[in-house]
Nanobody, 118 residues
Framework: QVQLVESGGGLVQPGGSLRLSCAAS????????MAWHRQAPGKQRELVAS?????????VDSVKGRFIISRDNAEKTVYVHLQMNSLKPEDTAVYYC??????????WGQGTQVTVSS
């Protein structure tokens, strides 16, 4: 069964940190590049960070130096993490993980809400 479950969001003050986790269950994920996306209110979903099956990473300019994406490949589940540091109010969004390649993505999970506010 293919499933994406995101967790770890919450309310944090500017300058704070959060660690998001995604459990991607299903054989399609183990050899796929994975990515974190986010969608702020009234805006389109945007790519935040990606990681290949071999561990190569890439980030959107707005999060470079602040966010770190990583992954752990278990037998039937891939865990993708996003360490978010020096958070800013503009990072407020619902965060989702999925396969990086548009044509191969699974159905989106429920996402996890990140709110950065004092």
């Amino acid at each position: 069964q293919v499933q994406l479950v995101e967790s770890g969001g919450g309310l944090v003050q500017p300058g704070g940190s959060l660690r998001l986790s995604c459990a991607a269950s299903g054989s399609i994920f183990s050899k796929s590049a994975m990515a974190w996306h986010r969608q702020a209110p009234g805006k389109q979903r945007e790519l935040v960070a990606s990681i290949t099956s071999g561990g190569l990473t890439n980030y959107v300019d707005s999060v470079k130096g602040r966010f770190i994406i990583s992954r752990d490949n278990a037998e039937k589940t891939v865990y993708v993490h996003l360490q978010m540091n020096s958070l800013k109010p503009e990072d407020t969004a619902v965060y989702y993980c999925n396969i990086f390649a548009v044509g191969r993505r699974a159905s989106w999970g429920q996402g996890t809400q990140v709110t950065v506010s004092s």
